[in-house]
């Protein structure tokens, strides 16, 4: 060390191999943190002489970065697949108008277990975060699914309801794209918030069987929804019906151009389980279909099924009637034997 002029001069003369490190995370203040460090080794007024040192220095830095949660997703994003496909938020989602304006776009790459998963999009709704990703699994699957948890401003989201779906976009390629919609009561949306999304264990099915590949994919960032809050309108209801000892009170339509859903309140106790849908057509005549999305012992959550288009902006007024069908005990399938079970009602659009 005492022959070397400095630390510099003795790292610049010593080979690092980046493949022999581990890939990591970086979240988004750590990238602030290496940007910083990266800044201050520039100088305006470059010395050549220096830049293989420099270039030393900054090889060292990620290599040893690698090796922590700090340099992982800046080596993934470099060497991944992912980062040769991009997919539309809409077109994943299958809403035909441009929702581009509405998302937070992440595109933070994370590997693990030789799985590479892209988190590409966040959108907050009221009461909802909806995320998407790209996984890379090599190879070709059936259908797959991922376990997850979900913090906001630290605080785990516990108790909450969620439907998601997934397939693939390049089959020969192994590549899937995933969405889920999760039910997220009181999300801020008019300020940015710090949400951290634990992906783990990717379940996916071949030949019907199930199998599992062991991970733990780690995405952090911030978000807002301020841009869909103000295109939301909310329209108040006051609708109810009855299954057995529950009663349904439709209270709200709430519309924007990610959802359109309704939402209620459940009163009483039923010894069976309902799945509920909302069938009807618009002012244009176009066939209207609303879903049970979430439903607990007191509330529930309708959404706009699309089955030929995206919910028109041009209609006056909505009319739906109330058919429910009982989930089966035993086997949990769905049953397709609707019965309706309320009278016919009609929602009037004030935009």
């Not at 040769?84 to 809403?95: A, H, T, V």
């Not at 783990?200 to 978000?223: P, Q, T």
């Not at 007191?298 to 109330?322: A, F, G, Q, W």
């Amino acid at each position: 060390m005492k022959n070397s002029k400095n630390v510099y001069e003795l790292l610049n003369c010593t080979e690092f191999n980046i493949d022999d490190y581990d890939k990591v995370d970086l979240s988004d203040i750590e990238k602030k943190k290496l940007k910083g460090i990266i800044r201050r080794n520039i100088k305006k007024k470059h010395d050549f002489s220096k830049l293989a040192t420099i270039a030393a220095v900054l090889v060292l830095t990620f290599g040893v970065l690698s090796q922590t949660n700090i340099g992982r997703e800046v080596y993934a994003s470099a060497h991944s697949k992912l980062s040769e496909f991009s997919y539309s938020i809409s077109k994943g989602l299958g809403i035909k108008r441009n929702i581009e304006p509405y998302s937070n776009v992440i595109n933070q790459i994370v590997e693990d277990n030789g799985v590479e998963i892209k988190l590409t999009d966040v959108i907050i709704d009221k009461d909802e975060l909806i995320f998407t990703s790209l996984i890379n699994i090599g190879k070709t699957i059936e259908t797959s699914r991922l376990d997850y948890k979900i913090f906001i401003n630290g605080k785990k989201l516990n108790n909450y309801g969620a439907t998601g779906l997934s397939y693939a976009i390049d089959e020969n390629n192994g590549i899937y794209y995933h969405a889920y919609s999760v039910d997220a009561k009181g999300i801020e949306t008019k300020e940015n918030i710090d949400i951290k999304i634990v992906l783990y264990n990717l379940h996916y099915y071949h030949d019907s069987d199930e199998n599992e590949i062991k991970g733990e994919w780690v995405f952090e960032f911030e978000a807002n929804g301020t841009e869909l809050m103000k295109d939301t309108l909310a329209l108040p209801l006051e609708y109810k019906f009855f299954i057995d000892n529950e009663k349904y009170s439709l209270e709200e339509f709430r519309y924007n151009p990610v959802n359109q859903k309704i939402l209620g309140k459940v009163t009483g106790k039923s010894d069976d389980t309902y799945i509920i849908d909302l069938r009807g057509y618009d002012n244009l005549g176009n066939e209207v279909v609303f879903y049970m999305s979430s439903k607990s012992d007191k509330e529930i959550v309708l959404k706009y099924e699309d089955i030929n288009r995206d919910l028109s902006e041009d209609i006056s007024s909505i009319t739906l009637t109330p058919y429910a069908t009982i989930l089966p005990k035993a086997s949990g399938k769905m049953s397709n034997d609707y019965i309706q079970v309320g009278e016919e009602f009609t929602i009037y659009l004030d935009r």
